[in-house]
């Protein structure tokens, strides 16, 4: 049921495109829902899209990703694709899983 | 209360697999509704076994199923999979089958936090319900083992991806490599309790030989033993070694061996319908002569023969069999007589086995020739030839085929137990031995055994000559038995004996009428001898009869003369 898109104005050469597979609102999809916006804004502020798709609504999309473990966090863009299944709790490993450079505070 | 209420065995329900004997082995399938494990080690077959079940699932029985496969792509498993004549593709457009690859590369994934299968849950879900499925194939789930590192998860969701199978209520099979020293690499039988069946490939002697065996089955019996099976172009079929019962119908109806002499020995009458003959004998005694004269009275009788030869070529024997007067490639061309020729170690025993099976199923002939069946032993070991045979026999006895086995006695002492001790499984076994005297070989026949029927205990001697083949009684005289030309010299001299005697009584005959007939001289002379005596005698009393007559006579005139002369005075 919750898929929204959220999109950024900012047309950057970098882009990120990314999305989220999870089986309904279950605690871990949204804890890594909450902790991946919180990685992309400090990270990629308006050089992403995340794109967050509900297998209970739409089954059929979970093979085209290869889909198994939930939640998973797949980057399309920049290839090569990227998967990072988990409730996304350690920061830096999912950083490193989606290759960012992180933002020195 | 009921006077007696009978006992119900709930018996499990079972989804046939309609793979070849397996459903016999498990005595009806696998558990419905249940998961099985297919454990075996690299090349055992796993993949195939589960894809046939799935395949045979949708082709014979109507279930639908889906194939979940984690190792191999779906377009090649098709590919794969076509060489056995399974268009997976076809049967995906008719939604009978539905195939989903799941793709795990650990280089491209990271692990952080919780997570669960939900995903394969799923997809799983989202294919069964799709097409309907009844039955669904993983293939091989242990590979999620090497994506993803959090074993404790996967473990706990792996019990609850089984359990929510059998909720699902479908017949799933999953394959799993074996391990070492336990059935599968990351003990998947803890979670997969119900049917667990190992699958093995084991090569010996150079020849590959491949067994399956029911390691369990919770709340059902099963065949216990390994059983091989074989992967051809019809995909597996597993042999079991022994049907379970044994329990064959059986005929009465006697058929000819084809030799006169033969069927005299047979109580008058030949074979029985449906039994199994061997033919045992030393080189050179003349086992594929009787075989072939058997196939050709068969063939004259219409019946349709199946000659296995592993020895010699087609060609060969019909050129051979001609000179006893044999023309079966009449036979051949009427369509009655089939040759299957092929070297023993051309594949394993078990090849040979799946190869007859086919070539009977497919010809249905009434009587099956196997010569010799000696020479599988250089394809096999003693005790797998021996298996074979057994389950030969039983699978020809259940088709109420007659079959006749040829083997070759390596020594020239008969044992009481041929080379592949089937001596015990066959109902009729004829033996030849040569006989060897006076500086030749002559073949003695006899027959060891033959159930069912009054069987002669008399050694004949087997004779091959140009109008073909015969059984000669044996010359059993004051100096033993006698065979070949030692008999022919004996029926010869007997003749003449019979020829010298007639002679003889025809000169005694001849003698005693002579002697009669002086006898019956002798006998005249003395009667005329005789009366020539009493004439003699009788002239004798006339002439003394005479003689007193004329006294009288004269005394009288005396007196007379007398008393005259006194009166004058």
Known sequence: MVKEKIKQAKIKEEKWELRLYIAGNTPKSMTALANLKKYCEQHLPDKYTLEIIDLLVQPQLAAGDQIFAIPTLVRKVPVPIRKIIGDLSNEEKVLVGLNIRPVKK | ?569
Not at chain 2, 430 to 438: A, G, H, Q, R, S
Not at chain 2, 452 to 465: A, D, L, P, Q
């Open chain 2, 1 to 569: 209360m009921a006077a007696k209420k009978k006992i119900t065995k709930t018996t499990l329900p079972k989804t046939p697999t309609g793979i070849i004997g397996l459903d016999e082995i498990t005595l009806g399938g696998l558990p419905k509704g249940r998961p099985t494990l297919i454990c075996g080690g690299a090349g055992a077959g796993k993949t195939l076994f589960a894809i046939e079940f799935v395949v045979r699932g949708a082709m014979e029985y109507g279930e639908p199923g889906v194939i979940v496969t984690f190792e191999e792509k779906a377009e090649d498993l098709q590919m794969n999979v076509a060489s056995l004549g399974y268009d997976l593709k076809k049967m995906q457009k008719d939604g009978m089958i539905r195939m989903d690859f799941v793709h795990i590369d650990r280089s491209e994934i990271e692990e952080t936090g919780e997570y669960d299968l939900s995903g394969l849950f799923i997809r799983l879900n989202h294919a069964i319900d799709a097409i309907g499925a009844k039955r669904v194939v993983l293939d091989t789930i242990e590979n999620l083992f090497g994506g993803l590192t959090n074993e404790g998860i996967l473990r706990a969701e792996l019990r609850r991806l089984f359990a929510w199978l059998k909720e699902k209520g479908v017949t799933a099979m999953i394959t799993a490599e074996k391990g070492d020293g336990t059935l599968t690499r990351h003990g998947l039988e803890e979670y997969v309790s119900d049917c667990v069946i190992l699958l093995d490939h084991r090569v010996i002697d150079q020849i590959s030989t491949r067994r399956l065996r029911v390691v369990k089955y919770r709340g059902s019996e099963h065949g216990t033993n390994e059983y091989p099976f074989l992967i051809d172009e019809d995909g597996i079929s597993v042999l079991p070694i022994t049907s379970l019962q044994l329990d064959n119908k059986v005929s009465s109806q006697r058929i000819s061996s084809g030799i006169a002499g033969m069927d005299q020995m047979l109580d008058g009458n030949g074979y029985f319908r449906g039994s199994s003959i061997l033919v045992s004998g030393t080189a050179g005694t003349g086992k594929t002569s009787i075989a072939a004269t058997f196939a050709d009275a068969a063939c004259r009788r219409k019946e349709r023969v199946l000659y296995f030869a592993f020895e010699e070529s087609p060609a060969q024997i019909i050129r051979n069999m001609g000179s006893i007067g044999l023309s079966l490639q009449q036979h051949v061309d009427a369509g009655l007589l089939h040759f299957h020729a092929s070297r023993p170690t051309l594949y394993g025993l078990e090849m040979h086995l799946v190869t007859i099976h086919k070539k009977i199923t497919e010809l249905k002939p009434r009587i099956v020739i196997l010569d010799p069946i000696t020479n599988l032993i250089t394809a096999g070991l003693m005790p797998e030839v021996k298996s074979i045979l057994i389950r030969l026999i039983d699978f020809l006895q259940s088709n109420q085929i007659t079959v006749m086995f040829t083997a070759l006695n390596l020594n020239t002492i008969v044992n009481e137990q041929t080379d592949e001790g089937v001596s015990s499984l066959v109902d009729t076994w004829i033996t030849i031995k040569y006989i060897e005297t006076n500086a030749e070989r002559n073949r003695g026949l006899y027959i060891m055994k033959s159930r069912g029927m009054k069987h002669s205990n008399k050694v004949r001697e087997f004779v091959i000559s140009d109008d073909g083949l015969d059984l000669v009684d044996v010359y059993n005289g004051p100096d033993g038995i006698l065979t070949g030309s030692a008999r022919e010299a004996q029926q010869v001299s007997e003749a003449t004996g019979a020829e010298m005697r007639k002679y003889s009584l025809g000169r005694k005959d001849k003698q005693i009428d002579r002697k009669r007939k002086a006898l019956e001289s002798k006998i005249a002379s003395l009667h005329e001898e005789f009366d020539t005596i009493q004439d003699e005698l009788s002239q004798t009393y006339i002439e003394e009869d005479l003689r007193k007559e004329i006294m009288e006579k004269n005394r009288h005139q005396l007196s007379q003369k007398q008393s005259n002369g006194k009166r004058k005075n």
